[in-house]
């Protein structure tokens, strides 16, 4: 039975999955780059951007596991672009022609347009719909592998509110943010239906993962 997947999403010890006030300059608003720059160091993370070198470790280890397996992508309107990037007929995401996906993506909106194919593979989808909704439309696109839940909070927040997700990787990045998007807010008791493990990084970063019990 394909799973329903989160990779490598990261909040601040604090909670937060992005910063306050996003902009196309500043994609996660005041939070800058300090909840990926990790991932951007890691030999995986460069690979995944068409940058060679980086670390090896724990850290890289975790973030190679983000493409094996899956077969869809779902995402928010706000990962996938700025406010306002639905007045911009030709916006076509943040990652350039050749996105680092390399499967269908539902683009959760609410101002859908007709899907823009990318190279590599990746075509974006645009659809209003329920998260159980989306998520049987990218089971169908997913050819029977997995289906990851890729951001941003507000989404992924949506997807485990819902019961919809089985498996989820979170990484605790030890910044304080003190404002923006909470991942938590609302999912008292989570970890009561999965079984949760952390792993601990020298990066300083923790890994924790939580698994649906009976999985
Ligand atoms: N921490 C991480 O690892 C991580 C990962 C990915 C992204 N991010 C960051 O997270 C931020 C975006 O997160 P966010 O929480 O602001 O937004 P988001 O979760 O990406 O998207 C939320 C938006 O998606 C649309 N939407 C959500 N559910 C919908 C539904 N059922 N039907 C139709 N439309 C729906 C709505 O936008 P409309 O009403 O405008 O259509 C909603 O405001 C960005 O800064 C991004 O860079 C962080």
Redesign the pocket.
């Known amino acids: 039975m394909p799973l329903t997947r989160i990779q490598?999403?990261?909040?601040s010890l604090d909670g937060?999955?992005?910063?306050e006030g996003?902009s196309l300059e500043a994609?996660?608003?005041h939070?800058g780059h300090r909840?990926?720059e990790w991932m951007l160091g890691t030999r995986g993370g460069r690979q995944m951007f068409g940058q060679q070198g980086g670390t090896g470790g724990v850290d890289d280890a975790f973030v190679r596991l983000f493409a094996p397996g899956i077969g869809a992508e779902i995402?928010?309107?706000?990962?996938?672009g700025?406010?306002g990037w639905?007045e911009d007929p030709a916006w076509k995401g943040?990652w350039g022609p050749n996105p680092p996906f390399h499967t269908p993506v539902f683009?959760?909106?609410?101002?859908p347009r007709p899907p823009i194919a990318m190279k590599g593979g990746t075509t974006f989808h645009f659809?209003?719909?329920?998260?159980a909704?989306?998520l049987a439309a990218a089971r169908d696109a997913a050819n029977g592998l997995d289906v990851r839940i890729?951001?941003?909070?507000?989404?992924?927040?949506?997807f485990i509110a819902a019961g919809l997700v089985d498996h989820m990787h979170i990484?605790v990045v030890p910044v304080l943010l003190g404002r923006?998007?909470r991942?938590w807010d609302g999912l008292e008791s989570l970890e009561k239906d999965y079984k949760v493990e952390a792993t601990a990084s020298p990066s300083g970063i923790t890994h924790v993962t939580f698994t649906r019990a009976g999985l």
């Open positions: 490598h999403f990261c909040v937060f999955g992005t910063g996003l994609p996660f608003g939070a909840l990926h995402m928010g309107a706000g990962k996938f700025p406010p639905h943040w683009v959760l909106t609410h101002h659809i209003d719909a329920s998260p909704e989306a890729g951001g941003g909070p507000t989404v992924v927040r949506d990484v923006g998007v991942l």
